[in-house]
RNA sequence: CGGGAUGUAGCACAGCCCGGUAGUGCGCUACGUUCGGGACGUAGAGGUCGCUGGUUCGAAUCCAGUCAUCCCGACCA
């Protein structure tokens, strides 16, 4: 009763922010736009960090660390870089406290002024590549396959659970190459990581395109990134992969002796996710009942429930739970055997079904004597009763098959919000009536963009990668268009 | 950063207009009855009223500032 969530329908930003608390996800800390990732929300994102950077490891990659601080001078090094990140950061500008004079506390010491101030880094391109020029003389150093995990602040004005907020936890790749087509294979190598985790451990369907000219990332020459549709219509880029050309190799002159002995400059690429992922994750999937999670992200595969009246009952069931549990954490699943007598099992099913637990067993008097177990499903919320004997046998599969379910799920609300429209009144009123993604020509033009964006509040999510040859008519202009590209409103 | 709202017990909120011993529900603790979908009864514990300053004999209440959160804008690879 206490933590009954808000309607889904009714107020999807209300369901979400009590869902991410009530859920022990996370919560807003006191510190300015910060958040607290609690124990349960940090589990699954550690799950997520295992799979991806093992994807990572496949791929040729290794995990770095670079300072948390960069100097300003480095920041103002790649002009639409700075331009970009200027308007966010925090600045270290002191670097020591001392009492205050009146005794009302501790105040900045004046005196211990910085001389040149440290920017917290918004993202590591600038401090990579001044590192990168020392480790890079000749083709032989290429390419450099680097992942970092960190933290990075950009100082918002609003802010949201997960999906923005001041400080938050990600990791970011930074590559460098001898030649741009190794670059760029690179940089469509990682957005195909992107999409296989997003899709196979998420079960999040994504769509692949590129960003246009207005919405890629400051300092690259091409963006492509990962766009998922959350269950409101709105659209969330869920990652991103860039191809950085030359531009910070410039910068901060970065060049490499070829095998013709020729001095060129490295060709980079950088590409990065974070714990938004985790709100893509609860938008995605969940209902008025809580979270749901997919298996292969779930800190606990199966709750194991006793009903029970007495002590004596509670042995006896344990002990049947106890196998099961044993039998099933030898195969590798996480199992968590319920048997507080402090709470009544009605509490625990809807206890349990908040955060999202895929399985739930429930084993009273009535199975003890029938020799059977109750089933429950978090996807679907059925019911079943099966044999004590089967039930091992049975969970693999059960698992398996709410991934699929919950990913064919989200797959099919996608499809259902993807509307292909032709003009301009349509687009409208499909996205103020229905919402996600609508599929229309466009001339190609920054102004189109920008005008559509200020009238609508939709912006262009990508170009997407398959999109068909198409001659169309921008439905803004009705300049010629020679293919559809996908808007939406977006987080 | 602009407009609006909020901040009082772990949580949700009332009290503020009209200044005078800090309230309610949930949760928590103990005991009893319960236990196959969020139990019930009885008794109890728990609060620098966001923070700083001002007005006043006296401030949760009035005034100023400040910090944070929520909604709308702006901003947001």
Not at 12 to 36: F, I, P, Q, T
Not at 385 to 396: C, G, H, N, S
Request: glycine share 6%.
């Amino acid at each position: 009763m206490a933590k009954e969530l808000p309607s889904r329908s009714e107020d999807y930003s209300l369901w979400y922010n009590e869902l991410v608390k009530k859920a022990d996800l996370a919560e807003h800390s006191d510190v300015r736009g910060c958040m607290v990732i609690k124990p349960y929300g940090y589990s699954i994102w550690e799950k997520m960090q295992q799979a991806l950077d093992k994807m990572f490891k496949d791929t040729g990659h290794v995990n770095a660390y670079f300072p948390l601080f960069v100097p300003k001078s480095y920041l103002a090094k790649e002009a639409s870089h700075v331009e970009g990140f200027a308007k966010e950061c925090a600045i270290v500008t002191h670097y020591r406290l001392k009492n205050a004079p009146d005794g009302s506390g501790v105040i900045v010491d004046p005196d211990a002024q910085l001389e040149e101030e440290l920017i917290v880094r918004p993202t590591s391109e600038t401090i990579i590549w001044n590192t990168y020029k020392k480790w890079i003389q000749s083709y032989r150093d290429l390419p450099i396959l680097v992942n970092q995990w960190a933290n990075v602040v950009r100082w918002e004005m609003r802010t949201r659970l997960f999906l923005r907020t001041a400080e938050f936890l990600w990791q970011e790749g930074h590559t460098a190459h001898s030649t741009p087509d190794e670059a760029v294979r690179e940089t469509l190598q990682m957005l195909d990581v992107y999409a296989d985790f997003a899709e196979n451990f998420l079960a999040l369907p994504v769509i692949k395109g590129k960003k246009s000219e207005g919405e890629k990332f400051p300092g690259a020459i091409d963006t492509y990134c990962i766009e998922a549709m959350m269950q409101d219509g709105k659209a969330l880029q869920a990652g991103t992969s860039h191809f950085l050309g030359q531009n910070f190799a410039k910068a901060f002159d970065v060049q490499f002796t070829s095998k013709e002995g020729k001095l060129d400059y490295v060709w980079g690429t950088s590409w990065g996710v974070s714990t938004r992922l985790m709100g893509a994750l609860i938008m995605a999937h969940s209902d008025d009942d809580g979270l749901v999670l997919p298996p292969k992200l779930a800190p606990i595969h199966v709750v194991i429930v006793p009903i029970f009246k007495t002590e004596d009952e509670l042995n006896k069931i344990s002990e049947k739970a106890n196998e099961i549990a044993s039998a099933l954490r030898k195969q590798g699943y996480v199992v968590k055997f319920d048997n507080r007598d402090t709470h009544k099992p009605g509490f625990k099913f809807a206890e349990w079904e908040l955060k999202g637990v895929p399985v739930r067993l429930a084993i009273g008097p009535r199975d003890m004597e029938n020799g059977t177990v109750e089933v429950a499903r978090r996807d679907t919320k059925e019911k079943q009763v099966i044999k004590l004997d089967q039930v091992v046998a049975e969970i693999p599969n059960l698992l398996d098959n709410i991934q699929k379910n919950i990913y064919q799920r989200a797959l099919n609300f996608r499809a259902d919000v993807t509307t292909k429209v032709d003009t301009y009144e349509e687009f409208k009123r499909v996205l103020d009536e229905k919402g996600g993604f609508v599929q229309a020509h466009w001339d190609g033009t920054a102004e189109t963009e920008a005008a559509i964006k200020e009238e609508t509040k939709a912006t262009i999510r990508c170009i997407p990668l398959d999109a068909k040859e198409e001659t169309g008519k921008c439905m803004y202009s009705g300049k010629p268009s020679s293919r559809r590209v996908l808007f939406a409103r977006a987080y």
